[in-house]
């Protein structure tokens, strides 16, 4: 069945075997303004895919000549900017990441829900819609020129075109969020909020108001209704930062919001639809949390359809001028000062330096070489790298010293991490809040 309209009207390909889905989404998306051509079949909708241009693909899983999956990899094959979208059985979640993992753009269950298949229509068409941004915003933002950035920076802009989960790894201070606001940026959704969440800093007790909001009444001090992260954004991406620090319960809770795209708030008797992109990040080990039982693995299954790994500093040491030029040029501007030149020794300095911290620590120790500097370059002394690593050997006169000083730049760096939340910290450190308090004190650190 094939039906064309006049006009200049985005055009949808459905394929479905089913007469009484296909009559519903067609007259759903005709109401939208949408000129839609109906296929029951595989080889009936390669027929009209090599027939007509198209802007939006939506396909069942379940065909009598094959699946979705076929049609999603003939479609990447010979059209690739067009997006293909998956119909499948309710709560199968195997099908649909299967589906994202193909390539698919997104996926909506059956029943279908009118609701959510508008908003996915409508995101298909805006990405149709949009020139390629090739980089322009990207390289403002991701700078570097190593082959290791450009693999980051060429796999952005083709994540972006999904709305696959995304699992970003890396070192702390490596750019995650960096990353995750240039996927948001880039995609369909840009217009749209993007809320980052630092799972690590919410205590268990608020956990689920925080993620999926409460009724008026639900508990004591719930005097209104309040929205969660996923309604706040809703229509937009949200960024999970260090989701490995979810609570088991937590994991159940997020896996089912994830999977059906539905939120019930605490003390709710029913549920919304959401309609989010979740990207996530961590610096642990996902796969070895699994393996220990401290992390889902439906869930890690779920979250991590896409993985982009953001690299170390130290693996693209040859980017480190540009960026300590783009960093000094930023924090000259923000003090109101002519940005300064860097020496070369300086640079070697730099270029040689392990940065641990990543491009975080780099930006810390030009901050400070900015404050400490004398005349307009920045030379190697200004940097103050030696001191910035623990403390010398030479320091240390006794093994407890040399723990000492170990223990407290491992405190730093995870109070630095959790943006100097102890508890966080804490939990990073894989100790309790009461025994960071007392080696806090212990080491003189609770000025």
Known sequence: MQRRRRGEANRILIVDDEADIRELIDLTLVRMGLEVDCAGSLVEARTMLASHRYQLCLTDMRLPDGTGLDLVRHVNEVMADLPVAVMTAYG???????????????????PVS????????????????????????????????????????ALIERVARSQAPVHITGESGSGKELAAQLIHQLGARRDRAFVPVNCGAIPENLMESEFFGYRRGAFTGANEDRDGFFQAANGGTLFLDEVADLSLAMQVKLLRVIQEKRVRKVGATTEEDVDVRVICATHQDIKALVN??????DLFYR???????????????????????????????????????????ALKELRTHPFPGNVRELENILERALALMDGSYIEAADLSL????????????????KLDQVERQMILDALQEA????????????????????????LGMNE
């Open 292 to 297: 220990e039982g401290r992390f889902r693995q």
């Open 386 to 401: 030696r001191s910035s690593r623990p403390e010398n050997e030479s320091t240390a006169t006794t093994l407890q010293d």
């Open 114 to 153: 009118l609701d959510q298949l508008r908003g996915l229509v409508k995101l298909a068409l805006e990405l149709s819609g949009t020139e390629s941004v090739s980089g322009a915003n990207a390289e403002a933002r991701l700078l570097g020129d190593s082959p290791a950035m450009q693999q980051v920076r």
């Open 419 to 442: 943006n100097n939340n102890r508890t966080a910290a804490a939990r990073l450190l894989g100790v309790t809040f009461r025994s960071l308090r007392y080696r806090m004190a212990r």
């Open 92 to 110: 199968s979640t195997e099908n649909a990441v299967a589906a994202l993992k193909e390539g698919a753009f997104d996926y909506v269950t059956k």
């Open 303 to 345: 979250l991590n359809v896409i993985e982009l790994r953001m690299p170390a500093l130290r693996e693209c040491h040859e980017d480190i001028p540009l960026l300590a030029t783009h960093i000094l040029d930023r924090l000259a501007h923000a003090a109101g000062i002519r940005p300064p030149l860097l020496s070369l020794a």
